[in-house]
């Protein structure tokens, strides 16, 4: 197999993460066999078809580019750990359900028994990358593990965070504002980081790739996740009290955001943020914080995440309010499902949050979202009063309310004249992304709340 092949790299995890990066390396390193195995065959199949496991645009190019060249995606994986030079491990490390540290800490048992598996079927020397999103010294219990072989194999463990954004993730791995690699600071630890970073130097800028201790490369994405998710909460903070004083929370964004030094970046209020790893990132910084005694660093970081689910839950809130403190039986059309636009992906999204509320309320909800519903499907199954449909138009009809949760852009575009005709009135709609022109539905006849600025009423049908 792949004599021809002057590297041959292995990801074990073919997930949102591993597909798509491995992917792009692939297609950047035609010299290099890239191979990605994953223990869920389901997964693994979907790959190798036309209609890939995760959506995400541009990714369909560039596996077209690469599958069967150089890109091969397999359920061997002893085998593809025995003939691999690099691998990469890019299983999932979610919440901690159970024991010490549940709801907190990372739970490492997808990564400890990657490790396992690969100490137990390699035959020679292996550089093993940290792609998944660890706790700071991880790297240190992983070369334990490894190392503690009877064959006299050394593996060194380098740490390379991912910093990809779902939804635009083939465009950061062509373009990333920095690639990090952290290694030990001995001579194979060297070793082992230049040779990874003469893989990503055959489309990234020497300059953008950035080398350090093998402890600061994890104990950054942690961290800057957590200072995205800061500045979500700190403006979703802002936005309430916009509310309260006639201030609107978009022109606070642009004023301040102007700023070079605060960035124009994440400075949008929302309904909340959501995504597989900003929560879960948090509080596994609050977590590695408290272990170290640091009860206040703890507290800090945890009100990122207070912030973000009260914002949610005001929400809710206000659309009971507005709906007369009653939602019983009222149709209520919640278009979007996806924690974001442009992916299907629906983990600790918003919108699951506000879904289940609402059907607590034995509201009739129907869901419209363009990639997402089948993961809803799944997500909500069980819960009462929830259907689905992927037209807007006929999950509108009928509707006392219209619910924004995620800012896709074809909900940008719609005919919301047509869509007010076939709602009950007075119509209401909730703009949970305030991506929609509110002045606009608000001259057709919608009575509009938004995000962060005061709702514009209808006053003869509205409560505030
Ligand atoms: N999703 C993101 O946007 C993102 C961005 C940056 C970093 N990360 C981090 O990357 C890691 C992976 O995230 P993801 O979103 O790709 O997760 P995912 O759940 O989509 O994929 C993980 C895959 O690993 C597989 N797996 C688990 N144990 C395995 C084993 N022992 N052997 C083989 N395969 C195994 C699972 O079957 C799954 O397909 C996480 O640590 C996450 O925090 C995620």
Redesign the pocket.
């Known amino acids: 197999m792949s004599k021809e092949f002057e590297t041959k790299i292995l990801c ?8 798509p990066t491995m992917a792009v390396i692939a297609e950047k390193c035609p010299n290099i066999r890239v191979c990605v ?4 065959k389901t ?1 693994i199949d979907a790959w190798n078809s036309d209609n890939l ?2 959506y995400e645009p541009g990714l369909d190019e560039v596996v077209k580019i690469a599958r069967g060249r150089n890109l091969f995606f397999s359920t061997e ?1 002893d085998k593809e750990i025995t003939v691999a030079d690099i691998i990469f491990v ?5 919440t901690k359900e159970y024991g010490i540290g549940a709801g907190k800490a ?1 739970d490492l048992q ?2 400890e ?2 490790a396992r ?1 690969i100490a137990a079927a390699s035959n020679a020397n292996k550089i093993i990358v940290e ?4 706790p700071v010294r991880t790297a240190e219990a992983m070369e334990r593990v490894l190392n503690s072989n009877e064959k006299g194999l050394h593996f060194e463990v380098l740490s390379n ?6 939804g635009t ?1 083939i465009d950061d791995l062509h373009n990333p504002d920095r690639v990090l690699i952290g290694s030990m600071e001995t001579e194979s630890g060297i070793a082992a980081r230049d040779k990874l970073v003469g893989v990503y130097a055959n489309w990234v800028k020497r300059e953008k790739i950035i080398t350090s201790n093998v402890w600061s490369a994890e104990l950054s ?1 942690l961290v800057a ?1 957590a200072f995205l998710a800061q500045r979500i909460s700190s403006i979703n903070a802002v936005s309430q009290l916009c509310e309260k004083t006639f201030a609107d929370v978009q022109e606070i964004s642009k004023a301040i955001g102007a700023d070079t030094r605060i960035g124009a970046k994440f400075l949008n209020s929302s309904v909340g943020f959501g ?3 900003f929560k ?2 948090v509080l596994n910084l609050v977590y590695i914080a408290e272990s170290n005694g640091l009860s206040e660093v703890a507290e800090y970081w945890e009100w990122v995440v207070k912030m973000n689910e009260h914002q949610q839950n005001r929400f809710v809130k206000n659309i009971i309010r507005a709906l007369f403190n009653t939602i019983a039986g009222k149709k209520i059309a919640m278009f979007g499902f996806a924690f974001k636009k442009d992916t299907g ?1 629906t ?1 600790e999204t918003p919108a699951l949050h506000v879904a289940q509320q609402l059907a607590q309320e034995q509201a009739k909800i129907t869901i419209s979202d363009p990639k997402a519903i089948d993961n809803a499907k799944i997500d909500l199954a069980g819960i009462n009063g929830i259907s689905y449909e992927i037209d807007p138009y006929k999950a509108a009809q009928d509707a006392h309310a219209i619910a924004i949760l995620t800012e896709w852009d074809l909900y940008k575009t719609l005919d919301y004249a047509k869509i007010y005709k076939s709602m009950v009135k007075p119509a209401m709609i909730f703009d949970g992304r305030n991506i929609l022109d509110h002045q606009k539905l608000y001259k057709i006849g919608f009575n509009v709340y938004r995000i962060g600025k005061t709702p514009l009423l209808h006053s003869e049908t509205a409560l505030i």
């Not at 074990?12 to 597909?19: D, F, L, Q």
């Not at 890019?90 to 979610?94: A, D, G, K, L, Q």
């Not at 965070?161 to 779902?166: D, G, I, K, Q, S």
């Open positions: 074990i995890g073919a997930g949102y993460v591993g597909g195995v994953d223990i869920n997964r496991p995760i994986i890019s299983v999932n490390t979610p990372s997808y990564w028994k990657t598996a792609k998944s999103t660890l965070p991912e910093f990809l954004a779902e993730a994405k996740n995504g597989s790893c879960k990132d992906d983990r």
